[in-house]
């Protein structure tokens, strides 16, 4: 019975804690355009706290695509922080169409939400320790098990936009919305998240892996 409890335990922590990212709707608005021949730029927006995860973020994505024969940047590889700091969608958009960048593939935090949840002790125990005919026995161990404090763990959601779109007439091609799920650390949040992404878009035709496509 206490082997049933513990892994009963572990089990609910790991449920609670674990790290997952999943797309909660994606769609192509219009006809993928040619990305072989021009420069796709990744671009995370995030808040200026976050400046760590958003070069994370940057990269994964970018290097994602370069591994399918894509030409990928970050655009803070690009431009460097300073360059695109305080600056607005709108306005590194502005800043893309005047280098002449052909795609964009933005990366948007649209919420990050803490939350704290109780997780109730194990009511496993209960027949090993009050083992008895007796109810009355048995309810009361029932009652104060149910009202024992269990203890809380904090959890975080990461609600995330991405958009590819032709930067010379602006138009949306593709739009995917995530949620990330406690994300270990950055460096596993980007990773999901990039593979996520480009799974769903060659899911959906918007990219394919060109280095198999010229075998």
């Given at each position: 019975m206490k082997i049933i409890k513990w892994i009963t335990i572990v089990s609910c922590v790991l449920l609670i804690q674990c790290s997952s990212s999943n797309i909660v709707s994606s769609r192509m608005i219009l006809e993928p355009i040619n990305l072989e021949t021009g420069r796709i730029v990744v671009v995370a927006i995030l808040k200026e706290e976050d400046k760590s995860l958003c070069k994370q973020m940057e990269n994964h994505l970018a290097a994602d695509l370069c591994n399918l024969g894509y030409d990928a940047i970050s655009s803070i590889e690009l431009y460097g922080f300073k360059t695109i700091e305080g600056l607005d969608e709108k306005q590194i958009v502005s800043k893309l169409m005047k280098d002449d960048i052909?795609?964009?593939l933005t990366i948007v935090l649209l919420s990050k939400q803490k939350e704290k949840n109780h997780v109730p002790k194990?009511?496993?125990?209960?027949?090993?320790?009050?083992?008895?005919?007796?109810?009355?026995?048995?309810?009361?161990?029932?009652h104060n098990k149910i009202y024992e404090e269990g203890y809380y763990v904090n959890n975080t959601n990461y609600f995330w936009e991405s958009n590819l779109f032709s930067v010379s007439d602006q138009k949306f091609i593709y739009s995917v919305q995530t949620q990330s799920f406690?994300?270990?650390?950055?460096?596993?949040?980007?990773?999901?998240?990039?593979?996520l992404i480009i799974d769903d878009m060659l899911k959906n035709n918007i990219i394919k892996d060109i280095h198999k496509s010229r075998e």
């Open positions: 052909p795609a964009v194990s009511m496993f125990d209960l027949e090993e320790r009050y083992n008895t005919n007796d109810f009355s026995i048995y309810y009361t161990a029932i406690n994300p270990f650390n950055k460096a596993s949040l980007a990773h999901e998240y990039g593979k």
